[in-house]
């Protein structure tokens, strides 16, 4: 096996072991009758919405604003999204549509 | 367990599980497409949908690929990304309890889509209750393989610039955080998310802020749980 095929299986491991670990862990956890602390429910409300928040920047973060396209593509094609997905409500159409929408941008619009 | 039995639980769960049908199918083969044109066949994209199983993690888990991460850096960033599971598996203890030698695999296939059917799933008590719980999950993650699958197979027959599908990545998460937004809960908890990683980027540059931001997000969360215990005390 070469390096490059052993650094992606070593990858792809570390990817199953913090899936397995978030899917198993409350089962391991809190066995039959625990009661789950409070700070752990806290956090499971709140986290998820915080998380998402991060990885949208993280998604964005190569965006240079100060060169050309200062962004646009990316700007124009979340605005579509997200004006899609409030009226629609449909997952498939406005990830869809904002994919078209940046493909095309980069594609044609500002080559 | 009575066979027939097996077989009215398979008939109950199918029809609950096709809306996740049309969304696996498309974001499977949306998914082998991507795997494909970054130069990871077949193999791989049915290896990492069988193993991995995790949607959103599997587009970020492309990068990671592609980019050669560090591995550590590949665990912390898949733990944060599916810390959300954690919540699912505390609201599924009770109903996987005694799931017996289905609990394994119920465990392991509960993604996002499987728990917003069976968190709410109330099937009939003639019906094996595990067993359409059972069904219901290996029907979606089938979904999602045929899925990958199929985008493999279309991405090597077709041949057109897929420069920029990448972001579907981005929409997706933008598509959840906008879904989030519309429930009306944890306002404030997205903004800390948004802020706290834009001050991050800013501070620590783009390739270097991912360990800060999370640090921060989870420190001004535990402050504000503090904040309201204390007023809880009062």
Same mark, same amino acid.
């Given at each position: ?6 650094? $992606? ?17 409350? %089962? ?33 973060? $190569? ?49 | 367990?009575?066979?027939?039995? !097996? ?24 998914? #082998? ?7 990871? #066949? ?32 590949? %665990? ?5 990304? $599916? ?14 309890? =005694? ?51 199929? #985008? ?7 041949? %057109?610039?897929? !420069? ?42 783009? $390739? ?15 402050? =504000?749980?503090?904040?309201?215990? !204390?007023?809880?005390?009062?």
């Amino acid at each position: 096996m070469s390096a490059e095929v052993i650094r $992606n299986l070593i990858i792809i491991a570390m990817m199953v072991a913090a899936t397995m670990l978030t899917r198993f862990l409350p %089962f391991l956890l809190f066995p039959a009758g625990k009661k789950t602390p409070k700070y752990i429910t806290y956090l499971g409300t709140t986290l998820p919405y915080a998380t998402i928040g991060l990885l949208v920047v993280y998604c964005l973060k $190569n965006i240079n604003f100060f060169a050309s396209p200062f962004g646009l593509p990316e700007i124009i094609a979340i605005a579509v999204i997200v004006v899609l997905h409030l009226w629609r409500g449909n997952s498939l159409i406005s990830i869809g549509a904002g994919t078209a929408v940046y493909m095309l941008m980069i594609q044609a619009v500002f080559k | 367990m009575d066979e027939n039995k !097996k077989l009215a639980a398979l008939r109950y769960a199918f029809p609950r599980t096709i809306p996740v049908m049309a969304g696996y199918l498309v974001l499977g083969a949306a998914y #082998g497409i991507l795997m494909n044109v970054n130069g990871y #066949g077949f193999w791989w994209a049915l290896m990492i949908s069988v193993i991995v199983y995790a949607g959103s993690l599997q587009y970020l888990g492309l990068q990671f690929l592609v980019a050669a991460v560090n591995p550590i850096y590949a %665990f912390f960033m898949s733990l944060m990304l $599916n810390a959300r599971h954690l919540f699912y598996g505390i609201s599924m203890l009770d109903k996987y309890r =005694d799931a017996g030698k289905l609990k394994p695999y119920l465990i392991f296939s509960l993604s996002d889509e499987t728990f917003s059917v069976v968190c709410h799933e109330q099937p009939p008590k003639t019906l094996p209750i595990h067993w359409v719980y059972f069904w219901v999950s290996i029907l979606d993650q089938c979904y999602w393989i045929i899925g990958t699958v199929i #985008g493999v197979l279309l991405g090597s027959m077709i041949k %057109f610039d897929t !420069k920029g599908m990448d972001f579907a990545l981005t929409a997706l998460f933008v598509v959840i955080f906008v879904d989030q937004w519309k429930s009306g809960n944890g306002h404030r908890a997205a903004l800390i998310g948004v802020l706290a990683s834009v001050a991050c980027v800013v501070i620590f540059g783009q $390739n270097a802020f991912i360990i800060p931001a999370m640090i921060l997000i989870l420190g001004i969360i535990t402050l =504000d749980y503090k904040k309201s215990e !204390k007023r809880e005390e009062v």
